[in-house]
């Protein structure tokens, strides 16, 4: 860890969300999960549906299971327990990483850059595909992860793009209008031409791996994508592989940008 990891960690910064903590009463095995930093409530229900979660030694498969603070509950066979602190971390994720609690076939996994500062069990929120680097954030608030992640939140993510090849004077206007990839319709909120082989592109979806399929569709290879913002965060100096806590400024701003939309 470097020393700006180490001034972090000295001070960590615990931001109480409101409606965030499960009480006593029984609540759905999916949101159970997620307050215990398993992964967010979407998440957590295919974890279930795959049969890795077991409640009071029996496997639970039924998404409308309720469980209590008495019941033990075990996901890979390792019991999981509700995490009072809530924590919010951006990381500039490096190229290399991917983003997933696990990769069967090896792969570096962006949430191992964290364990060295942080206890508490922390799933991303939303993805960037192995080969792009950037802005993630990571949390064990299943409903800071839940509205973040809605489609309906519409929170602009902005990415600064190198190019293959030049890029036509008429393609910002051509990507904002909305382009069909293979029966797939992708349309960014603003594009700026920077360079001739440089884009800044700001999007409002989330779809799978979306700003390199615009531009393979025409004809255009991207040689470098960074995510460096979302909503009112900014990646700034964060250096690749560098983690921080968000202000709690920061956390309210993105939750308000959700209910917003």
Same mark, same amino acid.
């Given at each position: 860890?470097?020393?700006?990891?180490?001034?972090?960690?000295?001070?960590?910064q615990?931001?109480?969300?409101?409606?965030?903590?499960?009480?006593?009463?029984?609540?759905?095995?999916?949101?159970?999960?997620?307050?215990?930093?398993?992964?967010?409530?979407?998440? @957590?229900?295919? *974890?279930?549906?795959?049969?890795? %979660?077991?409640?009071?030694?029996?496997?639970?498969? &039924? /998404?409308?299971? #309720?469980?209590?603070?008495?019941?033990?509950?075990?996901?890979?066979?390792?019991?999981?327990?509700l995490?009072?602190?809530?924590?919010?971390?951006l990381?500039?994720?490096?190229?290399?990483?991917?983003?997933?609690?696990?990769?069967?076939?090896?792969?570096?996994?962006?949430?191992?850059?964290?364990?060295?500062?942080?206890?508490?069990?922390?799933?991303?929120?939303?993805?960037?595909?192995?080969?792009?680097?950037?802005?993630?954030?990571?949390?064990?608030?299943?409903?800071?992860?839940?509205?973040?992640?809605?489609? @309906?939140?519409? *929170?602009?993510?902005?990415?600064? %793009?190198?190019?293959?090849?030049?890029?036509?004077? &008429? /393609?910002?206007? #051509?990507?904002?209008?909305?382009?069909?990839?293979?029966?797939?319709?992708?349309?960014?909120?603003?594009?700026?031409?920077?360079?001739?082989?440089?884009?800044?592109?700001?999007?409002?979806?989330?779809?799978?791996?979306?700003?390199?399929?615009?531009?393979?569709?025409?004809?255009?290879?991207?040689?470098s994508?960074?995510?460096?913002?979302?909503?009112?965060?900014?990646?700034?100096?964060?250096?690749p592989?560098?983690?921080?806590?968000?202000?709690p400024?920061?956390?309210?701003?993105?939750?308000?940008?959700?209910?917003?939309?």
């Open positions: 860890m470097n020393s700006h990891d180490k001034t972090n960690s000295a001070k960590k615990t931001v109480s969300s409101k409606n965030t903590s499960v009480s006593d009463e029984p609540v759905r095995l999916q949101v159970y999960l997620a307050h215990c930093g398993v992964a967010s409530r979407r998440a @957590s229900e295919k *974890i279930i549906t795959d049969g890795r %979660v077991s409640v009071n030694g029996q496997v639970v498969t &039924e /998404l409308g299971t #309720k469980v209590g603070g008495k019941d033990k509950v075990c996901v890979d066979g390792k019991q999981v327990f995490e009072d602190t809530k924590r919010y971390v990381l500039n994720k490096p190229a290399g990483f991917v983003c997933s609690s696990s990769d069967e076939k090896g792969r570096q996994v962006a949430a191992d850059l964290l364990k060295d500062s942080y206890t508490e069990r922390l799933y991303n929120v939303g993805r960037l595909d192995m080969y792009s680097k950037g802005m993630i954030i990571f949390t064990n608030d299943g409903d800071f992860a839940a509205k973040l992640s809605h489609p @309906s939140s519409q *929170i602009e993510k902005e990415y600064i %793009v190198e190019t293959s090849q030049n890029i036509p004077d &008429e /393609l910002p206007a #051509k990507l904002e209008k909305g382009v069909r990839v293979e029966g797939v319709f992708y349309k960014a909120l603003h594009v700026e031409k920077l360079k001739e082989r440089k884009l800044k592109i700001v999007l409002i979806e989330g779809k799978n791996r979306e700003i390199r399929k615009m531009l393979e569709g025409q004809n255009i290879g991207t040689h994508l960074v995510r460096v913002r979302i909503g009112n965060v900014n990646l700034d100096d964060l250096k592989g560098d983690h921080r806590d968000l202000t400024k920061e956390v309210q701003g993105l939750l308000a940008l959700a209910d917003r939309s």
